[in-house]
């Protein structure tokens, strides 16, 4: 080999560089916003962008309709501690969600979508404004804002702009908490005030989604007390305790001894995996978070080997950056590695809570790397960019311009609708395979039956009907008339009148 070309580049690293120069360029432009007058506004502004015009175009979808059942239950039919879905019982968990929705129901002449949106929204500008906020405490305004961006951008969180499931209002509460404990470690002022605070929180969380996702503020800020606040172990053991029976509370009053079982089944107690689909069900779930929680995934190693390196040095030390650093750490791992290693099936979007901690390290990695590590930290940015600009295209692009293919459930609903003006009365579903979020743009009042019940019907109803059910219901009541209403675009579904013999 010449020495001349002994002292050029290799092919990799000419590659890399070309890879990353435009990421060089956004990281420089993006550092800019270290001169913005309110970069606050920065914040509300990627986060409106995202909600707009996406939350009102997309009809409702996945969950939606059940919180928006259990909240039509509350306010129709009085079952508020007790949930119920359009008359059948409940109890798998707690549902705050439902409860406020309903409440916002009534302050606004009735429960529609717009009552579980707009809290939801609420509380997921709240959970950014939480991020910036804590990451401003100890960084610049550019890293701030980064770690808001990592937050929204986030696959795992990114869908909720278009559908309000209790995910982020559990996160955002649970790390409220976290917000709250850490600026009085960080301040030495634990009062208690602030441990009361603590408590009611994780214990809205708590009712929000059961008590196992609290796990996420008991284990990692746990973990970080006996790592370097010893001295706060009672109370922090106390405000556990309080949230634990209010939480407990819950159950106790509601309890059935039916209801283990499904608890256990919500628990993923019940449904246990084992040998081989264990492992590939961890497998799984591990190539879940690293794609689900990008750019976080990226940030997250070279995060814990710092953490670890600087907490060896300065055990006894304080220092508010790397110590916020460990316990965003702790927070956002403690937990997650508990779901790794759990019987049963797990989701990444239990994880959930650890997205804002993990959005938290994002902005700390940010403010200490860009300037001696900027290829890694401009990786980070790209993948944001491209994840926000992606979601950017689906609001703006393809939401508005085929607005029909994000309808299905509204489409449908208003086609029900229709006919029960015809035929007034409640509308019959079958609870257990009906889709609910097509029932969220029905007004009547509506029942969940079985065909055994429907069989038995005297008086001229309205029924949503899979055709194997339609069938069914045919072949056990063969004296029934039933006459097709209409059929369901893009749904299996059809909707029957069901004339009892004789009735006309």
């Known amino acids: 080999m010449s020495q001349a070309s002994a002292g050029e580049p290799s092919t990799i690293t000419r590659y890399w560089s070309l890879f990353f120069r435009p990421g060089e360029w956004l990281l ?70 439902s409860w406020i929705t309903a409440f916002f129901g009534e302050l606004t002449g009735g429960v529609t979508l717009w009552s579980l949106r707009i809290p939801h929204l609420c509380f997921f500008l709240a959970g950014t404004l939480l ?34 499931e209790p995910d982020i209002v559990l996160a955002t509460l649970l790390f409220a908490a976290f917000c709250v404990w850490w600026q009085g470690t960080a301040d030495k002022s634990m009062t208690f005030g602030r441990w009361l605070c603590v408590s009611i929180l994780i214990a809205l969380a708590g009712l929000t989604k059961g008590p196992q996702p609290v796990a996420y503020f008991t284990l990692g800020v746990g973990a970080y007390i006996l790592l370097k606040q010893r001295d706060q172990i009672p109370a922090f053991i106390a405000a556990n305790l309080c949230s634990g029976l209010i939480i407990g509370g819950w159950y106790a009053i509601i309890y059935h001894p039916s209801d283990m079982e499904t608890w256990e089944a919500h628990s ?50 304080l220092n508010t ?114 889709e609910r979020n097509m029932l969220v743009y029905v007004p009547s009042r509506i029942r969940a039956m079985t065909l055994d019940d429907l069989a038995r019907l005297q008086t001229d109803s309205i029924a949503v009907l899979l055709p194997e059910e339609r069938q069914a219901l045919a072949r056990q009541a063969p004296t029934l008339q039933l006459i097709d209403r209409a059929d369901l675009a893009r749904k299996p579904y059809s909707v029957v009148e069901i004339l009892p013999n004789g009735s006309r």
């Open 28 to 97: 420089s432009r993006f550092s800019r916003l270290e001169q913005s007058r309110w970069p606050v506004l920065w914040v509300i502004g990627l986060f409106l962008a995202q909600a707009i015009p996406a939350t009102i175009i997309r009809a409702s979808n996945l969950e939606e309709g059940t919180v928006l059942a259990i909240a039509r239950g509350a306010v129709e039919d009085g079952h508020w501690l007790t949930p119920f879905v359009y008359g059948e019982r409940f109890v798998e968990r707690p549902v705050l969600l």
């Open 131 to 164: 991020i910036y906020n804590l990451l401003r405490s100890v960084t610049g305004k550019s890293a701030a804002i980064f770690g808001a961006l990592c937050w929204i951008s986030m696959p795992v969180v990114a869908p909720k702009f278009i559908n309000a």
């Open 268 to 317: 993923r107690l019940s449904h246990t995996t084992n040998g081989l689909a264990t492992i590939l069900g961890h497998l799984d779930f591990v190539k879940s978070l690293a794609i689900e929680f990008l750019p976080g995934s990226i940030l997250i190693a070279p995060a814990v080997l710092i953490a670890v390196r600087r907490w060896r040095n300065t055990r006894n030390d």
């Open 321 to 434: 950056r790397n110590d916020l650093l460990l316990a965003a750490i702790l927070y956002s791992v403690a937990c997650t590695l508990v779901l790794l290693f759990w019987p049963g099936k797990v989701a990444a979007r239990y994880a959930m809570p650890g997205t804002m901690t993990l959005a938290v390290i994002c902005g700390l990695m940010f403010e200490s790397w860009r300037h001696s590590h900027p290829k890694v930290i401009a990786s980070a940015l790209v993948v944001t960019y491209l994840i926000f600009s992606a979601l950017l295209v689906r609001g703006w692009v393809a939401m508005p311009f085929w607005p029909h293919l994000f309808q299905e459930s509204r489409i449908a609903g208003t086609a029900i609708s229709s006919v029960i003006q015809q035929h007034p009365g409640p509308l019959y579903v079958i609870g257990s395979s009906t």
